[in-house]
């Protein structure tokens, strides 16, 4: 059953219901604002929700060349598998 969390973020506060665990989701809701507190330094003058926007940026990219690193290991181990396969089989027809 899911749980309710509440979360702050840029000063809202947020409730959302959960089945991953309230620390998973406090560890996120950290992991954000901590983001934006890095953006809003380097960025002075960025409003709130531009400062947002970026982070939300940021975390996408993150998120991609993590999905495309992950595809990449996937084909690498594929093929690695290919060829044990390949190579069982040499030795099973010998």
Same mark, same amino acid.
């Given at each position: 059953?899911?749980?309710?969390v @509440? &979360?702050?973020i840029? *000063? =809202?506060? !947020?409730? %959302?219901?959960?089945?991953t *665990?309230n620390?998973? &989701? ?6 954000v604002?901590s983001? &934006?507190?890095? %953006?809003?330094?380097n960025?002075?003058?960025a409003s709130?929700?531009? &400062?947002? %926007?970026m982070?939300? %940026? =940021? $975390?996408?990219?993150?998120? !991609?060349q993590l999905? =495309?690193?992950?595809? *990449?290991n996937? @084909?690498l181990a594929?093929g690695? $598998?290919q060829?044990? $396969?390949?190579a069982t089989?040499r030795v099973l027809?010998e």
């Open positions: 059953m899911a749980d309710m @509440e &979360v702050t840029l *000063g =809202q506060h !947020f409730k %959302l219901r959960t089945d *665990g620390d998973y &989701v406090h560890e996120l809701a950290e992991y604002e983001l &934006v507190e890095e %953006l809003r330094r960025s002075r003058s709130t929700d531009r &400062v947002a %926007l982070a939300a %940026l =940021q $975390i996408a990219d993150r998120y !991609f999905r =495309q690193r992950t595809e *990449g996937k @084909e594929n690695r $598998i060829r044990l $396969i390949e089989d027809a």
